[in-house]
């Protein structure tokens, strides 16, 4: 189970990619329920994004949930610096965080897992005392994702069972971009097929062609909105939980 702590917040006027938040603390395990008022917090098995193991492992567990910025699931992967404004604890540089999972609460932007928050302090006696706050001003932006000596994966979902369905996580996207969509190549047509967005970043198709399944992913950025199409097909006998190389990275 991963838990989190709230971050608040409002747009900095002028301002295009920094957010000035508010952090709400809730330092104790047994004050974090599911969807409960009294604490507002939100704690996930699987995650609301599909990465299972991935949405609390990346990053080495620096991990957050959002709200806003949660955009239908198209957030999820997203990546983000975030700093807090207590010049006598607080580290300049802040957290670096990957957004795995969906949690709001009253005019939340940000969630932080514990490792991610402890991060906000400029050493472990500065993070103990952010701990005590409770409440703590923040700001964030958006960040390039970094992922050294990864290609990007395609993680076939838990739930897939070959050959009738499929469906697929992508991972390790390098860079600040969007998937937008993903499409898998039917060879008796020769033509690209949508796959549907479940929910988060999970892709499915129904009964899906025979033999290797190539993909080919929609991502959008700054510059612009194009197709990425992977390098190595999905073999013929592939199972439910397992990651395969695309072959390919952005940068």
């Known amino acids: 189970m991963i838990c989190f702590f709230f971050l608040q917040s409002n747009k900095i006027p002028g ?3 920094i957010v000035m938040n508010v952090l709400h603390l809730f330092s104790k395990a047994s004050e974090l329920k599911v969807n409960v008022d009294k604490s507002k917090a939100f704690c996930s098995r699987g995650g609301a994004c599909g990465f299972g193991e991935y949405g609390r492992t990346v990053n080495d567990g620096s991990v957050a949930a959002v709200s806003r ?4 699931g198209t957030g999820c992967g997203a990546c983000y ?22 949690g709001e ?6 969630v932080l897992s514990p490792r991610a928050y402890k991060k906000l302090g400029r050493n472990d ?4 005392e952010l701990f005590k706050y409770g409440v703590v001003d923040i700001e964030y932006r958006r960040v390039p994702c970094r992922y050294e000596g990864y290609n990007i994966v395609f993680k076939v979902h ?3 069972k070959n050959p009738e369905y499929f469906a697929v996580v992508i991972l390790y996207v390098n860079g600040a971009y969007d998937v937008t969509a993903v499409q898998l190549w039917q060879e008796d047509c020769q033509e690209w097929t ?8 999970v892709f499915d198709y129904a009964n899906p062609p025979s033999g290797e399944i190539n993909l080919r992913f929609q991502v959008s950025g700054s510059a612009g909105i194009y197709w990425v199409q992977s390098q190595n097909a999905i073999p013929s006998d592939w199972t ?12």
């Open 125 to 128: 006696e500065a993070a103990a």
């Open 15 to 17: 301002s295009a990619c």
């Open 69 to 72: 910025l949660w955009r239908n």
């Open 158 to 160: 838990e739930r897939s």
């Open 81 to 102: 610096q975030a700093r807090c404004k207590l010049e006598q604890y607080c580290d300049e540089e802040g957290t670096y965080v990957v957004v795995t999972d969906y």
């Open 240 to 251: 439910a939980g397992a990651a395969y190389d695309s072959q390919v990275q952005l940068t």
């Open 105 to 110: 609460g009253d005019r939340t932007d940000f």
């Open 194 to 201: 949508e796959m549907r967005r479940v929910y988060g970043a």
